[in-house]
C-alpha cells in the first residue's frame, strides 16, 4: 500500500532545507491545519526571519571575542520565578541566576555542594540536616541564610502560589498536606535552626533527595524582593539572585542580558564577564545569526537539521543525551479516547521514520518510557536493558482491530481530534506526519492547532485538547525522575488519567517511595511502567538527546544530563 505520509515526511524535509539562510518564522499562534490535509506545510510562510538575525547581532555587547558569550534560545522562558519553575527552558536560564544546597557538577553528570558545604543524615535515612557556606550573600549583597530556603520552599508549596512545581518537594514530611490545605506552614518538615543550618525532615527514606536540591524550583529566593509592591521577575532592578549570574537587563521577546554576580561564593571560578541569551525561534535564523557570526552557541531546538548537516562530523557539533522522552499526553477524560483507542493511536505509527526524517537531532525511538541512562537500583546496569527496551508494538492491523473493537472501525464515529502543539517546526513536521499516518493507518482525522509557549500551556493546563505535545527531563538519576510524574495528582490535571490501573499505579509509587530497598523499588518501578505503556495516557516517541553548536573559541561549554546550559564553566578566548 502506497504510504501518503512519506511525501509529508519529504515535504517537512525539503522545506527545513529551503529554508536556510532566510530566516523565518512568523508567529503561528492559534492557526489551524485542516483535519487530514497532511500535505499543509505552515513554515513555508516564514517571513520576518531577518527581524530575529538583527536581534542577535544587536543584541550582544561582544560576539565571538572578549568574556560575553552569545547564547541563543528558541522561545522566551515560561518564568524567571524558581518557585514556579516547571519547565526546561525556564531552568535552562534559572540555573544559571541561581543556586540551591547544590549544583550540577562541572561535566554535568552529577551534583555537589552549592550553598550548602555539606549535610549529614540520621540512621533511619529521614532527617537531613544541611550546613551552609560561611558568608553566603544574595547578588545585592545582603546575607543569604537558611531562613531564606525554608521561606522560599514553604512560598512554592504556599496554594496561594499555585506552583506547578510544588509537587516536586513532596517528599517531605507534611509538603504535600500544606500544598492541599490540610495543615499549616509550621508543621511542615522544613526548619532553619539557625542561619546556616537547615534541618529537612523526609515522609520516607529518599535516596536521590539531595539530588533534587541542584534543580532550579528548589533554589531559594529572597522574601522582601518576592513580597515587594513591584512584579520583582519583570526587572532587572527588582531580580535579586544567588547564582554565578546576575541579571543586568530583560528584553521582552528578545532576550536577556546577565553578567557576573560578583557575590557568588565561587566567583573567582566563574570566566564569563557576561553572556548574552537572545530568542531566536526559527532553527534556520539561528543558523544564519550562527554563520554571521552573531551568535556563540546553540542548543536544543536551534540546533536544526540544515546546522546538522552543514556541521556534521566537526568539532563545533556535538551530542549529549539526556534522562528524558519527548511524548504526547491524551486527554483520557474524553470518552471517546479510551485505553484501546489510545493503544490504537499508538501503535499505528512509524516513530523510527518520524524520528530519522523530521526530528533534527535523529533521536533514538521510545518504545517504553523511562530512558536510557536511567541505573538499575545498585546493580551497575542500565534500567532500559535489564526491564527490556521494547514495551510499546508497532503494528497497524492490531491497532485497526483495537479500534474496531473500541467501536470506530476504520475510525467511523470517532470526533476529529484536537491535536494541539508549540509552534516550533519540528512540533509542526512531527504533528503533520502522525496526522497523515493516522488517517492513513486508522481512518482516523485530526486538526493541529499551535500557540505560542506560553498559551500553549494555559490550553494544555485548562483541558482544551485530545492529543498534546509534552516531554520531560528527569533530575536525577532514579527511574522515579521519570516515573513520578504521572503521579494521581498531576495526571488528573494533565492527561486526567482516571481509573482503576492509575489508582494502582499511584499506590505502586507511595509504595516505592516507602521503601528502602533499592531491589524492591526496581520491581516496583518495572510494575509501574508495564501499567503506564498498557493503559497509554501518554504516547513515547523518542529519548531525549540534545545538540551543541559552539564555535571553536567557545572553551569548556556543557550542559547537564537535563540539557541546562552551564556558563559558569565557560571561557571565551
Known amino acids: 500500500m502506497r504510504k501518503t505520509w512519506l511525501g509529508i515526511v519529504l515535504t517537512a524535509a525539503m522545506t527545513v532545507s529551503l529554508l536556510t539562510g532566510c530566516g523565518g518564522g512568523g508567529s503561528t499562534e492559534g492557526t489551524t491545519a485542516a483535519a487530514g490535509d497532511g500535505a499543509q506545510t505552515e513554515s513555508t510562510a516564514a517571513a520576518g526571519g531577518s527581524d530575529e538575525t538583527t536581534q542577535a547581532a544587536e543584541a550582544g555587547e561582544s560576539t565571538g571575542g572578549g568574556n560575553i558569550l552569545t547564547y541563543a534560545i528558541d522561545a522566551e522562558p515560561e518564568t524567571l520565578d524558581p518557585g514556579m519553575c516547571n519547565y526546561a527552558k525556564a531552568s535552562a536560564v534559572l540555573l544559571n541566576l541561581f543556586n540551591g544546597l547544590y549544583r550540577y557538577s562541572d561535566d554535568g553528570s552529577n551534583v555537589e555542594p552549592a550553598m550548602a558545604e555539606g549535610y549529614t543524615v540520621s540512621d533511619d535515612g529521614l532527617v537531613y540536616t544541611f550546613t551552609l557556606r560561611e558568608g553566603l550573600k544574595w547578588s545585592d549583597g545582603s546575607p543569604l541564610t537558611a531562613e531564606d530556603f525554608e521561606y522560599s520552599w514553604k512560598r512554592e508549596l504556599d496554594q496561594e502560589l499555585i506552583s506547578p512545581a510544588a509537587w516536586n518537594l513532596f517528599d517531605i514530611v507534611n509538603a504535600e498536606e500544606y500544598n492541599n490545605g490540610e495543615c499549616s506552614a509550621d508543621e511542615v518538615g522544613i526548619k532553619a535552626l539557625d542561619e546556616r543550618t537547615l534541618e529537612v525532615t523526609l515522609k520516607n527514606p529518599t535516596a536521590y533527595f539531595v539530588s533534587l536540591t541542584a534543580s532550579s524550583n528548589w533554589a531559594p529566593v529572597k522574601k522582601d524582593m518576592v513580597e515587594g509592591s513591584e512584579a520583582w521577575v519583570k526587572s532587572a532592578d527588582t531580580y535579586v539572585c544567588n547564582g554565578p549570574f546576575m541579571l ?79 511524548y504526547f499526553d491524551f486527554n483520557c477524560s474524553k470518552e471517546y479516547l479510551t485505553s484501546e483507542v489510545r493503544k490504537a493511536l499508538s501503535m499505528a505509527i512509524e516513530r523510527d521514520t518520524i524520528n530519522q526524517a523530521v526530528v533534527p537531532s535523529k533521536p533514538k525511538s521510545a518504545f517504553a518510557f523511562v530512558p536510557y541512562g536511567i541505573p538499575y537500583g545498585d546493580d551497575g546496569v542500565n534500567f532500559r536493558e535489564k526491564v527490556g527496551e521494547t514495551l510499546i508494538k508497532e503494528d497497524v492491523e492490531a491497532a485497526k482491530q483495537l479500534l474496531a473493537d473500541a467501536g470506530y472501525p476504520d475510525g467511523e464515529g470517532l470526533p476529529t481530534l484536537q491535536f494541539i502543539i508549540t509552534n516550533t517546526q519540528e512540533n509542526k513536521d512531527k504533528a503533520q506526519v502522525m496526522q497523515a499516518m493516522w488517517k492513513e493507518n486508522l481512518g482516523v482525522e485530526c486538526e493541529i492547532v499551535t500557540y505560542e509557549s506560553k498559551v500553549y500551556w494555559d490550553e494544555h493546563g485548562a483541558g482544551n485538547f485530545d492529543v498534546a505535545f509534552d516531554g520531560w527531563t528527569g533530575d536525577y538519576l532514579d527511574p522515579n525522575t521519570n516515573l513520578n510524574i504521572f503521579n494521581k495528582g498531576r495526571m488528573e490535571k494533565e492527561c486526567r488519567w482516571q481509573s482503576e490501573e492509575a489508582l494502582r499505579y499511584d499506590d505502586l509509587l507511595n509504595q516505592a517511595a516507602a521503601s528502602a530497598d533499592n531491589a524492591e523499588r526496581m ?10 505503556m498498557d493503559e497509554m495516557p501518554v504516547l513515547p516517541l523518542y529519548y531525549r538527546n540534545t545538540m551543541v553548536l559552539a564555535k571553536p573559541y567557545v572553551k569548556g561549554f556543557t550542559v547537564d544530563f537535563g540539557a541546562h546550559p552551564l556558563f559558569r564553566c565557560v571561557a571565551v578566548e
Open 248 to 326: 543586568k537587563e530583560i528584553k521582552p521577546q528578545a532576550g536577556y542580558t546577565l553578567v557576573k554576580n560578583p557575590n557568588y561564593y565561587d566567583a573567582e571560578n566563574v570566566k564569563l564577564d557576561g553572556v548574552e541569551i537572545v530568542i531566536i525561534e526559527q532553527a534556520e535564523a539561528a543558523l544564519s545569526a550562527y554563520n554571521s557570526g552573531d551568535i556563540d552557541v546553540m542548543t536544543g531546538n536551534s540546533v536544526g537539521t540544515q546546522a546538522m548537516s552543514q556541521y556534521g562530523g566537526s568539532d563545533e557539533l556535538t551530542a549529549h543525551d539526556l534522562i528524558g522522552t519527548s
Open 523 to 532: 520491581e516496583i518501578f518495572t510494575e509501574c511502567e508495564a501499567i503506564l
